[in-house]
Nanobody, 122 residues
């Protein structure tokens, strides 16, 4: 059974960095597409990035060049390195998993973590 748990959120000033982690406690990440989404107050859930099990990744234009997604299949952990953070990055960040293809839409992902809050403010 796939169970996802995010960690690493917090409060930072604009320009700061955070690294989020997502652990698959069911140890089934190796064949799955893994993704990060975020949801700010009053907003719909927004795709941030995804990474195929082979390592190919893709990013939302709003984070491209600032965020880096990576994964360690042996450890069943996915990361999101976030640099040059902006106030508009403030949101609850969720990791998601799908056995099949990656998508920038939330609906195809059947498994979600509970989220970790990221707040960027001065």
């Amino acid at each position: 059974q796939v169970q996802l748990q995010e960690s690493g959120g917090g409060s930072v000033q604009p320009g700061g960095s955070l690294r989020l982690s997502c652990v698959d406690s069911g140890n089934q990440m190796s064949r799955r597409c893994m993704a990060w989404f975020r949801q700010g107050a009053g907003n719909q859930r927004e795709w941030v990035a995804y990474i195929h099990f082979g390592g190919t990744s893709n990013y939302n234009d709003s984070v491209k060049g600032r965020f880096t997604i990576s994964r360690d299949n042996a450890k069943n952990i996915m990361y999101l390195q976030m640099n040059s953070l902006k106030p508009e990055d403030t949101a609850m960040y969720y990791c998601a998993s799908n056995l099949y293809s990656c998508s920038s839409l939330p609906d195809p992902y059947p498994v979600w973590g509970q989220g970790t809050q990221v707040t960027v403010s001065s």
